[in-house]
């Protein structure tokens, strides 16, 4: 083989992977694939920059999905050493618009309406589990 062809096989094989890189690039899966209806509606993110990041998410669903729930958890940001927590609730129920940090995220009264919670904390453990959850 020439040096000729040798040098536009390669060319083309890098043509190649640079689009087969693009393509995956843009159709990863992501929140707006999930079946549920999810909205999130209040969004709590504490402001030390320094420690540990806590981020505590109150969503709503159309449905008791419970692996599309699981789902939308994994692909809620988290940071390493950090904490993040999604509640999930049933459209058209109560539903807390404030979160805070701590153990309590919300006010007592929505609890019953709370469906599941998922948790990643700082080592990276994944919990997510169906109400009662405390």
């Known amino acids: 083989m020439s040096g000729k062809k040798v040098k536009?096989?390669?060319?083309?094989?890098g043509a190649l992977l640079v689009v087969w890189f693009v393509k995956d690039a843009f159709t990863q899966p992501s929140i707006d694939d999930l079946s549920g209806e999810f909205?999130?509606?209040a969004f709590y993110r504490n402001e030390?920059?320094?420690?540990?990041?806590?981020?505590?998410?109150?969503?709503?669903v159309e449905d008791t999905?419970?692996?599309q729930m699981q789902q939308y958890g994994e692909f809620m940001p988290h940071t390493?050493?950090?904490n993040t927590k999604v509640y999930f609730f049933l459209q058209g129920q109560?539903?807390?618009?404030t979160l805070a940090p701590g153990?309590?995220?919300?006010?007592a009264q929505f609890e019953k309406y709370c469906l599941a919670?998922?948790?990643k904390d700082a080592m990276g453990q994944v919990s997510f589990v169906k109400r009662p959850f405390r």
């Open 48 to 60: 030390n920059n320094t420690g540990p990041i806590q981020r505590i998410y109150a969503v709503t």
């Open 8 to 13: 536009y096989l390669l060319i083309a094989l």
């Open 39 to 41: 909205m999130e509606v």
């Open 117 to 119: 919670k998922f948790e």
């Open 103 to 107: 153990q309590q995220n919300f006010d």
């Open 80 to 82: 390493k050493y950090g």
């Open 94 to 97: 109560p539903v807390p618009e």
């Open 65 to 67: 999905l419970w692996d």
